[in-house]
């Protein structure tokens, strides 16, 4: 099963929105509802902000949401914070596999 | 709030298995709907999936290190464990154990970085 692929980084001004690709395939993505995204700053455990493509957890800012089409899910961070940069990486259900993370990709703030 | 503290060696030689322990605090191993998994994080690459064992007992793994990979409950302790038989040095890693609910992972383990030497 091959990794999701997300952009390497992307970056943003405070106050800004930026959104983070996840694409994957119709075995993963395609098919299957249970798309998570988690956050993780340098030296610190994984933080689920996504479950269910767009469901957040209790406590999760409303500022971070989750959508998905055909084989590709989005994370969108939006009015930008300096806590926001760090790393943050999706995850699918794959069915067989049968979880499958993405790449991962770095935000920076400018 | 449940609450994941990992435990294991952090070196290792080739061949060696390698073992590592996950004690789960703030809540039940056995409180249903969860799935207690291995995910590691190799240098360069993304994360990987290893497996999840259920509060039962029963086990599913990544079909690339299915015969060499256990997981166990010790539900008296409320620890779950993972080992990992005839490593190599591509399974040097940060390796995490979490616990999965509704698909996603919820909870984490502060991540045991394992060096497997020659």
């Known amino acids: 099963q091959s990794a999701l692929t997300q952009p390497a980084s992307v970056s943003g001004s405070p106050g800004q929105s930026v959104t983070i690709s996840c694409t994957g395939t119709?075995?993963?993505?395609?098919?299957?509802?249970?798309v998570s995204w988690y956050q993780q700053h340098p030296g610190k455990a994984p933080k689920l902000l996504i479950y269910?493509?767009?469901q957040r957890p209790s406590g999760v800012s409303d500022r971070f949401s989750g959508s998905k089409s055909g084989n590709t899910a989005s994370l969108t961070i939006s009015g930008l914070q300096a806590e926001d940069e760090a790393d943050y990486f999706c995850?699918?259900?794959?069915?067989?596999?049968?979880?499958?993370f993405g790449t991962g990709t770095k935000v920076t703030v400018l | 709030q449940v609450h994941l503290q990992m435990s294991g060696p952090g070196l290792l030689k080739a061949s060696q298995t390698l073992s590592l322990t996950c004690t789960v605090s703030?809540?039940?191993?056995?409180?249903?709907?969860?799935?207690w998994s291995w995910i590691r994080h190799r240098p360069g690459k993304g994360l990987e999936w290893l497996g999840y064992i259920s509060e039962t007992g029963g086990s599913y793994f990544n079909p690339s290190l299915r015969s060499r990979l256990s997981l166990s409950l010790v539900t008296s302790e409320n620890q779950f464990s993972l080992s990992l038989r005839s490593v190599t040095a591509a399974d040097s890693a940060l390796y995490y154990c979490a616990r999965e609910w509704e698909g996603a992972y919820d909870s984490w383990g502060q991540g045991v970085l394992v060096t497997v030497s020659s």
């Open positions: 703030g809540g039940s191993l056995t409180s249903g709907s969860h799935y």
């Open positions: 269910g493509v767009s």
């Open positions: 119709s075995s993963d993505i395609g098919t299957y509802k249970l």
């Open positions: 995850c699918s259900f794959a069915g067989s596999s049968p979880y499958v």
